[in-house]
């Protein structure tokens, strides 16, 4: 993004994105791709209330609803929440804790092309033959059932792209491990680091079960096994509960990088320290703990047993109380602050009440009687909108404009932020809280319309005219990221002025070694006490200045996943007469992914130096490198 | 890290997987891989369980007629020796002892054809009897636990085979010490599921 860059050639540019192991511009594919899938997801979401705004509607067919909606969850939990959460871990937790890049660059790299991939083969059903339609839980029974090739690029395109998260996590959790500079003990480090790790943790040991259950999905479909054939001994609850022990560890690793950036924002816009930090990392851990121990209650009414069902909705219960601390510990942190009612800070206020209400449904459903009543209605709609939206995506918002300056080096227009946030605002609650009342009224869930009788017009009327209000505001923040970037203002190290963690000590967008000399870590807020005490340069250093060991990039993570979905082809048509290549394709494409695995196994990477007299020119001119030899 | 520096048995640290920033971080990241293999390994194992003798009503197989334990046996004690083989390629290694390690690697990739050759034969055997891949619940959970462990063990060969070729020239460095200790550690991981293999699947199948 500096002037060097600009002057670089498209293909050049395009090159270097493709062989690039630095997590910063890794962070900004999973932005851009990311943001991709949630507009298409956001797309779907239009045409689903389209198709609810009245009763008796026929703007889509009963089909097509199916697809629709099964391919909004689907891209939303999966292609859209997900890699922009990764996107913000990937662009500042290795800044927060003073390190160069993460643990595995080449890694790095590999996760982000293979979720790509993946997310490309799904939605290449659109066009190849239907979508996915037994909704994103996918159950077996409707899965089975299901004809066309729908399910399988469902099944197929999410083993691709987990393998990537999967990767991902570990990365992660290598990288907090392992490469903290001198003096940031586990608990001096910033809570988005923390809950970055926590998640990273419910990625490593929730997609196995996931995958598992996508195998066998696969099988099933695909290569004539039984896993779910009832007739041939199968049971399709086997699916139900691998899907839900990922199921529900993974609204955890959505919540818990939102639930980090708020609490960054919380600090930085009251010019306090985080009340009751330990609490804090101890409330994420616990939440990170219990996720793991509550996944039936999403299967309340299969018929497990009443001492499964309240085993299972006390569980539920008591994970309330973890979230309640944390709620408190934000508002204790905000009293008495010296509050600067920046854009991000709007969006985490408003975050509080929205995300307690969906907290309160969350017990609500948990009461396994209630929710016999409640369960596959639109209370359930309404409940995972107000803590995936009201929690998820807020914080997504109000992360793009935190941290906007840090990956991109200008800000966002506050003006315009505004302008989106009320929209969106007013639009999410206006959208779902009605919805609620649908469920009580005994509206279900994933039924293409209603009858004028049934009494729902008015709230579903209403519902959708919330929707536009949303994409309005996405609207206005998309003309905000283009005016933004034509204006091309730059900021410097710490636009906010009150950073208080090591990324705003180090320029925006930061050099590609991130820091000439590692820090060295004094306490919790380590750049703001460096600030307190009046040091001008906001670090001291572990090291002197030298010559810094750094990754090449490589081509071979994206030739890797090329590979896979290639062979994600040959697996979907193996089984059909008419196309007898299917096997050949399959070969091919894992050929190109284990041959290209062989190569980065054999040949020797060892990186490269960044020579201390490259550095002291660097520092001349402001630091801003573009990363190249 | 200096990919040519020269080292001999006294200058060669006592921990040459973790004495470098990359071997640390590989090592840590691969204890990782395994919890998150454990969990694979543990939904194939419940799902196993789930659907054991469960298949079209009136299917004559069951787990207590259908296997048996000598073979399954003589190659549980297979991939035991080669783990321990596996043990003394890395004692060679920590000694730095180039050749010795690759002469126990050998032996311990030919125990691990071995093991796979037993595997195939006992595949192909209850294939004859009909109980193939799409038979039954029964035999799809049988074949995918089982045979998800054949293709670790596979893998775990292959990696093998190719560090030791890759290698064989340029003796033992700082940057391929980690690779040949976290090949030997995906062994061990495979042979202690094959553990639960044998005792889940083949005793308690066997006990009925
Ligand atoms: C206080 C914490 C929470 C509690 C007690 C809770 C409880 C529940 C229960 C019992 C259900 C199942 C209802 C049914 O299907 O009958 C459910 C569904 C759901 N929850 Fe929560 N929840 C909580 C927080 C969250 C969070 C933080 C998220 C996401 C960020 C979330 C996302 C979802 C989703 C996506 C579903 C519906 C899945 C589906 O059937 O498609 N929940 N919740
Ligand atoms: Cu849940």
Not at chain 2, 161 to 187: C, D, E, T, V
């Amino acid at each position: 993004m500096s002037s060097l860059a600009q002057k670089k050639g498209f293909g050049a540019v395009l090159w270097d994105y493709l062989t690039t192991v630095d997590h910063k511009k890794i962070a900004i594919l999973y932005l851009i791709s990311g943001g991709f899938f949630f507009l298409v997801g956001g797309l779907e979401a239009m045409l689903i209330r389209i198709q609810l705004m009245k009763a008796g509607n026929d703007f889509l067919s009963a089909g097509l609803y199916n697809e629709i909606i099964t391919m909004h969850g689907t891209t939303m939990i999966f292609l859209a929440a997900m890699p922009l959460l990764l996107a913000f871990m990937n662009a500042i937790m290795p800044l927060q804790i003073g390190a160069r890049d993460v643990a595995f660059p080449f890694l790095n790299s590999l996760g982000f092309w293979l979720f790509f991939f993946g997310g490309i083969f799904l939605n290449l059903s659109w066009f190849m033959g239907g979508a996915p339609d037994a909704g994103w839980t996918n159950y077996a029974s409707l899965a089975l059932a299901s004809e066309g090739h729908g399910i399988d690029f469902y099944a197929l395109g999410l083993t691709i792209s987990g393998f990537g998260t999967l990767i991902a996590g570990i990365n992660f959790l290598v990288t907090i491990i392992n490469m903290r500079a001198p003096g940031m003990t586990y608990m001096r480090m910033p809570l988005f680091t923390w809950t970055t790790f926590v998640a990273s943790a419910l990625i490593l040991l929730a997609f196995p079960p996931l995958t598992i259950g996508l195998f066998f999905m696969i099988f099933d479909r695909l290569f004539d096994s039984n896993f779910f054939v009832v007739e041939m001994g199968g049971n399709t609850i086997i699916w139900e509960h691998l899907f839900w022990i990922f199921g529900h560890p993974e609204v955890y690793i959505l919540i818990l990088p939102a639930f980090g950036i708020f609490s960054e924002i919380f600090a930085i816009f009251s010019r306090k320290r985080l009340f009751g930090y330990t609490a804090l990392v101890f409330a994420t851990i616990l939440i990170g703990f219990y996720g793991f121990m509550v996944w039936a209650h999403h299967m309340f009414t299969v018929g497990l047993g009443p001492t499964a069902n309240a085993v299972f909705a006390l569980a539920t219960m008591i994970i309330a109380v973890p979230t309640g601390i944390k709620i408190f510990n934000w508002l204790l942190t905000i009293w008495g602050g010296s509050i600067q009612f920046s854009v991000a800070m709007v969006y985490a206020i408003a975050f509080i009440p929205s995300f307690v209400a969906g907290g309160v449904t969350g017990v609500m459903q948990a009461i396994a009687p209630l929710d016999y009543q409640l369960h596959d209605s639109y209370f359930i709609v309404a409940h995972f909108h107000y803590v995936i939206v009201g929690g998820v995506v807020l914080g997504l918002l109000a992360g793009t404009h935190l941290y906007w300056p840090k990956m991109f080096g200008t800000m966002l227009s506050e003006k315009l932020g505004m302008v989106t946030f009320w929209f969106f605002f007013i639009g999410f609650h206006l959208t779902f809280f009605i919805q609620h009342f649908l469920g009580l009224f005994g509206m279900p869930r994933r039924v293409y319309t209603f009858n004028a009788d049934q009494g729902w017009d008015l709230y579903n009327l209403i519902s959708s005219v919330g929707a536009l209000f949303m994409a309005i505001g996405i609207i206005v923040l998309l003309v905000n990221v283009v005016l933004t970037t034509v204006k091309n203002v730059r900021v410097g190290n710490d636009p906010w002025g009150d950073g208080r963690t090591l990324e705003w000590a180090i320029p925006s967008p930061p050099p590609f070694y991130n820091f000439a000399q590692t820090p060295l870590v004094r306490g919790l807020d380590t750049y703001w006490i460096e600030k307190m005490e009046g040091n001008k340069e906001g670090m001291i250093y572990a090291e002197p200045l030298g010559d810094i060991h750094m990754p090449n990039g490589s081509i071979i993570p994206f030739v890797m996943s090329f590979g896979m979905f290639v062979a994600a082809f040959g697996a979907l048509y193996f089984m059909d007469d008419t196309k007898p290549w299917a096997l050949a394709v399959l070969v091919i494409g894992l050929g190109i992914t284990f041959g290209s695995m062989l190569v980065r196994s054999l040949k020797d990477d060892l990186g490269f130096y960044i020579t201390k007299e490259e550095l002291i020119e660097d520092a001349k001119r402001g630091g801003n490198t573009d990363g190249h030899k | 890290m200096d990919i040519n520096k020269r080292y001999t048995a006294q200058s060669w640290p006592d921990h040459p997987e973790t004495a470098t920033l990359e071997g640390k971080n590989k090592f840590v990241g691969f204890w990782l891989l395994l919890a998150a293999e454990t969990v694979t390994f543990a939904s194939l194992f419940a799902t196993y369980l789930a659907l054991k003798d469960k298949g079209p009503s009136g299917m004559e197989f069951t787990a207590a007629g259908l296997f048996e334990l000598p073979l399954v046996f003589a190659m549980t004690m297979i991939l035991l020796t080669s783990s321990l083989t596996s043990v003394y390629a890395m004692y060679h290694m920590k000694n730095h002892n180039f050749k010795a390690m690759q002469a126990w690697l050998g032996i311990t990739v030919l125990l691990g054809l071995t093991f796979l050759g037993l595997e195939i034969y006992e595949f192909n055997h209850y294939v004859h009897l009909g109980f193939g891949f799409t038979h039954s619940a029964f035999s799809s959970a049988f074949y995918v636990l089982v045979g998800t462990h054949g293709a670790h063990v596979l893998f775990g060969l292959s990696w093998f085979i190719a560090l030791m070729i890759r290698n064989s020239k340029r003796g033992l460095n700082m940057y391929n010490a980690p690779k040949f200790y976290l090949a030997a550690l995906y062994w061990h991981f495979i042979d202690v599921v094959w553990v639960f293999i044998f005792t889940v699947v083949y005793l308690m199948g066997v006990i009925g």
